[in-house]
């Protein structure tokens, strides 16, 4: 008996066969047979199948259905009756296995008995310039597991529906009668869910095994590149209602809500995309077949789907395409505000319809996505193109309607616009055009243009042959961009004549059509037989070697400009070059959290060199926007030139993390390392995570620490935390305390001497009433909120606001690398104030600070007022995170909470000022600031920059 057998399914695809037969015969693994079953194609697919099975007697075998099936599942079931291994792997023909995919499959197999082996499936994009790849859910498979049922890793389930990148044993196929459905598209969905319900052992391996070719230039379009055919659409449908019969007649509720939370996430979105680009009846049917499914979804699913997700699946079931054609939009445009949005009882709402239904009251709430706290510049709304059409002498009318979301744009804003077409390779030309109208109209800003596209559009020709367009809105000065979808609007009619700089034997007109994210853009085409035989010309010589020679000068090129900037080049050109310029003597440069902000001790020790009228030459690193910082400083990009030559030139560095690890330090550079915080948890080189590194990776941190020649300390907490951690040597100690605190020290003192607390300009610019308190929540970083950073508070604001908004106002400072979302009920009683780089203002401002782990509790303490410590994680984050220093519950100058009752609690009980935990707060300073004087700023400026004075 062969050991298994790799079923080859074909249809009229002679050309790429051999390819996949081939990726079977050259496996690792030996004992390996293919079993080629071709589905009545009509393109001599079979012969070739036939040729190879002559080629490979006794490996090879080639069978032929005696019609056409028209879809992947009959094949494939007639393989498995052909095939006489003992285990079974499926293959499309315009794909390949991975070379040791049978070893691995089949060994892990009989390792673990398990009836159903599945391995990593890698996407290949081989129509895109350089080939793209993604790894298919590789989440699954990181490492080897086994599973014992399928419900143990619902996920599986779900996500991973493929037939292809897994190995069965036969007799189970058989024993269990697992067949594919015939003639229906979708077929792995219903099969791979049988078999996961069916087997008794599953297990997964973390070895890529098969390479799922994805071909969108292809003549015959796959069933995944044909999603906007409805009958693509009802057979998904079918197989859904197939697998979820099965897990209903299983009792696997769970399993069946986390499917329909996937199949909102996923299998709708596929074929949403297309819906702004179809006629009436299309939608009507498209409607219908939904209706009736979306009506058996698991209400809890619209929960647990992304918003505008369950947005679309909501308004579609109501079958509301006013409200759900800007929904599709906004979710094939990310970020994109595409409804005016209603607000009620403090909440926002995507429309005023369906707030009667429960469910679309829930679904509908869009308050998390933030777009009411987003500045109009940042705002990126929708524009629906509502008229195109020919105008006289070579020109285009263009109508449309701006979405004006939340009345943002008020009525008696000033308002003008202007039309632009920009070459999409970027770095080409553009071209903007007047708009001659521009209104308000109610909900919306309407506008009308003609843009003489003929007489001024001057394309170079060839190289710029896809161009954009944009409306620029300005409403009092304030200016935000705006693409110009194109649903339910007409492109139709003749192209635009226009007069290439370049040549016009190839094209002498621009054609209007449909971007793939939805809107207006243009092309160069030829409108005569003879521009066309010429691009076939240039298209033939391009493609031949005079082309190839060309690319191939034009791609190394490219190669080296990107080489030139990229950062090997830059590292070179500081260690090369810039370093061997001379250092510029009374030259600072400083830097804050990786030139994300103009903050902490880095400022204040500017400011105060500033305050003493210090001569000398300062440069202030950025990362972001540098609105921030200060315009009496040279400020230079991190990672720019202009910033590698200021660090290799500069007498002093001045930073409160780190500067780039790789950038050496000149023997004549002082490092000043004020650092950002004594330290709760675990640091350097006491982290468990350290402990995996190799020698050299080690060596190379030590390196980096090695460049500090002074290291700010605030007690002898930091010199056992801090400094043993970093493996600093005592004579780079410097025990002065931290710059950024000796306003708080400053401030403590002065209440301390009877003197009156000045809220100052802050509090007005806030807006904050003097008869309210102010408690500030400042929570350390939080890595749950996936690649947007989006961290979740961990009370409910509207309780907050209800509950203490007539005592208190709640700034919320997230950590720099978070941020977070309120909803508008809560505007006056708690304000987000995370935009702002520095937090030592609002240290002095609050009356009262709630954290949880941040180092923000030892500069707080400096003031002598009262703290909450909401620790609701914390034993998660002490026990499976990074560990800590010492026991907080034990040291903690405040009461510790751990859910939103008792952090409520806590708050009402802050009456008597907190003097429960007086004596405990006195204790937290001797111990972790004993060297916290208010003076740190002037010592350093006397011990290191005295000299500079004018």
């Excluded at 949403?272 to 179809?278: A, G, K, T, V, Y």
């Excluded at 111990?927 to 004075?949: K, N, P």
Aim: a neutral charge; aromatic letters at 10%; charged letters at 25%.
């Amino acid at each position: 008996m062969t050991e298994i057998s790799v079923v080859v399914i074909v249809y009229n695809d002679a050309e790429r066969l051999p390819a996949a037969v081939q990726s079977v015969l050259g496996q690792s693994f030996g004992d390996v047979e293919v079993v080629i079953v071709d589905d009545c194609s009509t393109d001599g697919s079979f012969a070739v199948a036939q040729g190879l099975a002559r080629r490979w007697p006794g490996r090879v075998r080639a069978f032929q259905l005696e019609e056409n099936s028209g879809a992947g599942g009959e094949p494939r079931n007639r393989g498995v009756r052909e095939a006489v291994g003992r285990y079974v792997m499926f293959l499309d023909s315009d794909d390949v296995l991975e070379r040791n995919a049978c070893r691995n499959l089949v060994e892990a197999a009989e390792a673990t008995r398990a009836d159903l082996v599945s391995g990593l499936c890698v996407r290949l994009h081989k129509d895109a310039p350089v080939e793209k790849r993604n790894e298919w859910y590789a989440w699954l498979y990181q490492r080897t597991r086994t599973l014992e049922s399928v419900a143990e890793l619902p996920d599986l389930f779900v996500w991973d529906t493929l037939s292809t990148n897994k190995c069965y044993r036969r007799d189970f196929l058989l024993e269990h009668d697992l067949r594919f459905p015939k003639g229906m598209f979708y077929e792995d969905l219903q099969f791979i869910a049988q078999a996961y319900l069916a087997a008794g052992r599953i297990t997964l391996i973390p070895n890529q095994v098969y390479f799922w070719h994805v071909h969108q230039a292809a003549a015959v379009k796959s069933v995944t590149n044909r999603r906007h055919e409805m009958t693509n659409y009802a057979h998904r449908l079918e197989v859904h209602r197939r697998i979820d019969a099965m897990l209903a007649e299983r009792g696997m509720a769970e399993m069946r809500v986390a499917k329909d939370v996937k199949f909102l996430k996923h299998d709708l979105v596929l074929h949403l995309r297309d819906l702004p680009f179809r006629d009436a009846a299309y939608r009507a049917e498209f409607a219908r077949l939904s209706a009736g499914y979306l009506a058996t979804l698991a209400p809890e699913a619209y929960g647990r789907a992304q918003p505008l997700q369950a947005v679309c699946g909501y308004l579609l079931g109501r079958g509301d395409w006013a409200n759900l054609i800007p929904a599709v939009d906004a979710l094939l445009n990310p970020g994109k505000v595409a409804v005016p949005l209603t607000e009620r009882e403090g909440r926002v709402f995507w429309c005023a319809e369906h707030l009667e239904d429960p469910l679309g009251r829930e679904v509908l709430d869009v308050t998390e996505l933030g777009y009411h706290t987003r500045p109009l510049e940042k705002m990126f709304l929708r524009n629906q193109l509502t008229a195109f059409e020919a105008a006289a002498g070579g020109g285009v009318r263009l109508a449309g309607r701006v979405t004006n979301a939340l009345g943002r744009i008020g009525e008696g804003a000033r308002l003008r616009a202007e039309l632009q077409f920009s070459a999409r390779r970027r770095g080409l030309q553009a071209f903007t055009f007047p708009v001659a109208a521009v209104r308000h109209a109610g909900e919306v800003i309407e506008w009308e243009a003609v843009a003489d596209v003929s007489g001024r559009l001057r394309p170079l020709g060839i190289i710029d042959a896809v161009w954009d367009v944009r409306l620029v809105l300005e409403a009092d000065g304030v200016r935000t961009t705006t693409r110009l979808s194109v649903a339910d609007t007409d492109l139709s009619g003749r192209p635009l004549p226009v007069r290439p700089r370049l040549t016009r034997m190839v094209a002498d007109h621009v054609r209007p059509h449909v971007s793939a994210k939805g809107h207006l853009a243009f092309e160069l085409v030829g409108e005569d037989p003879g521009r066309e035989r010429a691009r076939e010309l240039i298209t033939k010589s391009v493609q031949g070697r005079p082309g190839a020679l060309a690319k191939s000068g034009y791609r190394r090129a490219r190669a080296l400009r990107r080489q030139l900037t990229s950062g090997d080049a830059k590292l070179r050109a500081y260690r090369e070059v810039f370093s061997r310029l001379p250092v510029k003597k009374g030259t600072v440069v400083f830097e804050s959290h990786l030139g994300r902000q103009y903050s902490d001790s880095p400022r204040a020790l500017y400011e105060e060199m500033r305050r003493q009228n210090l001569q000398f030459e300062a440069y202030w690193a950025y990362s972001g926007d540098p609105g921030a910082f200060p315009a009496d400083a040279t400020l230079v990009r991190r990672w720019s030139l202009p910033y590698l030559k200021a660090l290799a030139q500069a007498e002093f560095w001045v930073d409160n993390q780190s500067f780039p690890l790789k950038l050496d330090k000149r023997p004549e550079t002082t490092y000043i390392q004020t650092w950002h915080g004594s330290a709760l948890k675990k640091m350097g080189f006491d982290q468990p995570a350290q402990k995996t590194l190799t020698r050299a990776q080690q060596a190379e941190q030590q390196r980096a620490l090695d460049r500090f020649d002074r290291f700010l300390v605030r007690s002898e907490h930091d010199v056992r935390t801090l400094a043993r951690a970093f493996r600093l040597p005592e004579r780079a100690l410097l025990r002065v305390g931290y710059p950024r605190n000796d306003a708080l020290v400053q401030a403590r003192r002065a209440e301390e001497a009877g003197q009156a607390r000045v809220r100052g300009p802050l509090a007005a610019e806030l807006g904050i009433d003097a008869g309210k308190q102010v408690i500030l929540y400042a929570p350390t970083f939080r890595t749950g909120g996936g690649r947007s950073h989006r961290f979740e508070l961990p009370f409910d604001a509207e309780r907050f606001a209800e509950r203490f908004g007539d005592r208190y106002v709640l700034l919320v400072r997230s950590h720099y690398l978070n941020h977070v979302t309120l909803p508008p009920t809560v505007a006056g009683s708690v304000l987000d104030v995370s935009a702002h780089h520095d937090v030592a203002p609002f240290l002095e401002l609050a009356d009262v600070l709630v954290t949880d782990y941040s180092s923000v509790m030892f500069d707080y303490a400096l003031l002598d007022r009262p703290m909450v410590f909401f620790t609701y994680d914390y034993q998660a984050y002490v026990h499976e995170q990074r560990g800590t220093y010492f026991d907080l519950r034990e040291h903690a100058p405040g009461p510790l909470v751990e859910t939103e009752e008792a952090f409520f609690g806590a708050l009402e009980e802050l009456g008597a000022g907190g003097r429960e935990y007086a004596a405990a707060r006195k204790r937290f300073v001797a111990h972790f600031g004993e060297y916290e004087r208010g003076d740190a700023a002037r010592t350093l400026v006397e011990q290191f920059f005295s000299h500079w004075s004018r």
